[in-house]
T-cell receptor, first 113, second 115 residues
Framework: DQQVKQNSPSLSVQEGRISILNCDYTNSMFDYFLWYKKYPAEGPTFLISISSIKDKNEDGRFTVFLNKSAKHLSLHIVPSQPGDSAVYFCAASAREYGNKLVFGAGTILRVKS | KAGVTQTPRYLIKTRGQQVTLSCSPISGHRSVSWYQQTPGQGLQFLFEYFSETQRNKGNFPGRFSGRQFSNSRSEMNVSTLELGDSALYLC??????????????FGAGSRLTVL
């Protein structure tokens, strides 16, 4: 039962262009969403989050959009840089679950210079 | 401020053996969670400990267990290892627990290979 899905295993983008990573969820109880970035041989690093009471959150080059009716969120990276090449994980949580995060399978982003 | 420290970083075991992994959270963090990452599966939640008590458990067999000490350090144990237990085991810590809007800080993980 995959409650959080990242349907694109990989994405390739040219440096300077926009990267859009997508994530869908099924559990209506989720009320907080996070994106993590992971480099090989390192643990996931928190990138940006959004509460279900918002539909957009920005932090520098990173913007997360949440569409609650569609149970869909996306991460936009503008402009994309070669250093952004990593695996991106979408995660969701609910107040009732405490600190349990439900992760998607991840999307490998390659930014070509 | 030191991050989340996991030891050992790499280990190789054979089927049937057991393994213990250790995690030292960020100083002051009382919540420690464990996740298993396998190729194509994302991160799967194992369990969470807060103030030495298991607060939440994922859908893993009883061979997977854990504990937390009074200094918030945590260990997880896997007994009777199977080939499918080969994975990266990640520990994460957090200061809060009850808001449901907490950012977890992850360690670099312990890479377990079962032969």
């Amino acid at each position: 039962d995959q409650q959080v899905k990242q349907n694109s295993p990989s994405l390739s983008v040219q440096e300077g262009r926009i990267s859009i990573l997508n994530c869908d969820y099924t559990n209506s109880m989720f009320d907080y969403f996070l994106w993590y970035k992971k480099y090989p041989a390192e643990g996931p690093t928190f990138l940006i989050s959004i509460s279900s009471i918002k539909d957009k959150n920005e932090d520098g080059r990173f913007t997360v959009f949440l569409n609650k009716s569609a149970k869909h969120l996306s991460l936009h990276i503008v402009p994309s840089q070669p250093g952004d090449s990593a695996v991106y994980f979408c995660a969701a949580s609910a107040r009732e679950y405490g600190n349990k995060l439900v992760f998607g399978a991840g999307t490998i982003l390659r930014v070509k210079s | 401020k030191a991050g989340v420290t996991q030891t050992p970083r790499y280990l190789i075991k054979t089927r049937g053996q057991q393994v213990t992994l250790s995690c030292s959270p960020i100083s002051g963090h009382r919540s420690v969670s464990w996740y298993q990452q396998t190729p194509g599966q994302g991160l799967q939640f194992l369990f969470e400990y807060f103030s030495e008590t298991q607060r939440n458990k994922g859908n893993f067999p009883g061979r997977f267990s854990g504990r937390q000490f009074s200094n918030s350090r945590s260990e997880m144990n896997v007994s009777t290892l199977e080939l499918g237990d080969s994975a990266l085991y990640l520990c994460a810590s957090s200061y809060y627990r009850d808001t449901g809007a907490n950012v977890l800080t992850f360690g670099a993980g312990s890479r377990l290979t079962v032969l």
